[in-house]
């Protein structure tokens, strides 16, 4: 069966990024605020980290931060405690954790993202949050 394919006025792919530089065994965090023109549906959450040494690769980083997730619009914690790398976004693109169906967040939903680098050394950590962004509902 052949799907009809959505125009860009109604729905286009994007990208949220969460940048954020941490010194050894340090936390941060991030606000993200979404955009004004949509409503998001998410669809995954990957991650990369700068390699802590010259000799990793990235079929050898580690669990190198975790993260709390928290909804500060609705003020909830989508979690009850930080959540290691690995759970949250796995190593792009082999191990990328998608999630089970769509989550739709409303226009300008604000999010805190509270880091911990579980290194010694300096982490520059990059999470996308991927997703469509939806301009109008479908009838």
Same mark, same amino acid.
């Given at each position: 069966m &052949?799907q009809?394919?959505i =125009?860009? #006025?109604?729905?286009? =792919? $994007?990208?949220?990024i969460?940048? *954020?530089? %941490?010194t050894a065994n340090? #936390?941060? #965090?991030?606000t @993200?605020?979404?955009?004004?023109?949509?409503?998001?549906? +998410?669809q995954?959450i990957?991650?990369?980290? *700068?390699?802590?040494?010259?000799?990793e690769?990235? #079929?050898?980083i580690?669990?190198?931060?975790s993260?709390l997730m928290?909804?500060?619009? !609705?003020? &909830?914690?989508?979690?009850t405690a =930080?959540v290691p &790398? $690995?759970? %949250?976004? !796995?190593i792009? =693109?082999?191990?990328?954790?998608?999630e !089970?169906r769509?989550? /739709?967040?409303? /226009?300008?939903?604000? $999010?805190?993202?509270?880091? @911990?680098? @579980?290194?010694a050394v300096s %982490?520059? *950590?990059? %999470?996308?949050l991927? !997703?469509?962004?939806?301009f109008q /509902?479908? +009838?």
């Open positions: &052949r009809e394919a =125009p860009l #006025s109604v729905q286009q =792919p $994007f990208t949220y969460v940048p *954020i530089t %941490l340090a #936390s941060g #965090s991030y @993200l605020i979404l955009a004004n023109d949509s409503e998001f549906d +998410l995954v990957e991650a990369s980290t *700068i390699p802590n040494s010259t000799n690769t990235a #079929s050898t580690t669990n190198n931060f993260v928290r909804d500060v619009t !609705g003020g &909830r914690d989508y979690s =930080p &790398r $690995f759970l %949250l976004a !796995g792009a =693109p082999t191990n990328v954790v998608t !089970g769509c989550i /739709r967040f409303p /226009r300008k939903q604000q $999010f805190e993202f509270q880091f @911990l680098n @579980l290194t %982490l520059a *950590i990059t %999470l996308a991927k !997703g469509y962004k939806v /509902r479908a +009838l």
